[in-house]
């Protein structure tokens, strides 16, 4: 069964078409958005905070669940928190 959405119809069929190069500054490209990436994933700073027993008890639970070591889960929440990706639900 294909579930192929629409809009990725049509890109595959442009790109049949033959409606896309390859930009002559690839390498460069790729350094520059390599380097964005390897500076946004630095993590210089450390931070102290307190918080209950049992938000940390279902933290770590929670980690466990995703995989993720639990001071990775509360980086990746806060950096998601702050470039919008995270949004909260008010009560």
Known sequence: MD?????EEDI????????????KEL???KKY?????????????RINIRISDSDLIRLKAKSIES???????????IHQYVTG??????K
């Open 33 to 45: 958005y390599a380097q964005q990436a390897k500076n946004s994933l630095k993590k210089n700073k």
């Open 67 to 77: 995989g993720i070591p639990y001071q990775t889960h509360v980086a990746m929440l």
């Open 3 to 7: 579930h192929t959405e629409k809009y």
């Open 12 to 23: 595959i069929q442009s790109y049949e078409d033959g409606e896309w190069t390859s930009t």
């Open 85 to 90: 990706q995270l949004i909260l639900k008010n």
């Open 27 to 29: 390498d460069r490209l």
